[in-house]
C-alpha cells in the first residue's frame, strides 16, 4: 500500500490526521535533522497501523515535508 504523507517535524504535540484513504497529516516533536523527524514519522504510523516499523519505508520526498510512503502489511 502506498500513502501520501504531510510532514510536521518539531511540532509541540504529536498526531496523525487522516485526510482520505492514502493522504495523511504526521506531526511528531523530533525535528527535521540527520533523519531523526523520518525516523519518528515511521515509528508513528507503525504504531497507528498496528504493525513493526520495518514494514514501512519512505520512498519519495526524503527531505521533503509532502513524503510518498509504502507499507507492506503482510510479514
Not at 32 to 53: E, H, M, T, V, W
Request: aromatic share 10%; glycine share 6%; no cysteine.
Amino acid at each position: 500500500m502506498k500513502i501520501f504523507i504531510t510532514a510536521k517535524p518539531g511540532a509541540k504535540k504529536e498526531f496523525i490526521e487522516k485526510i482520505d484513504e492514502s493522504h495523511f497529516v504526521v506531526a511528531v516533536k523530533e525535528p527535521p535533522i540527520q533523519g531523526r523527524a523520518n525516523s519518528a514519522i515511521i515509528k508513528s504510523l507503525a504504531d497507528y497501523f498496528g504493525i513493526n516499523s520495518w514494514q514501512i519505508r519512505i520512498i519519495g520526498g526524503l527531505f521533503s515535508r509532502q513524503k510518498t510512503v509504502e507499507i507492506h502489511d503482510h510479514m
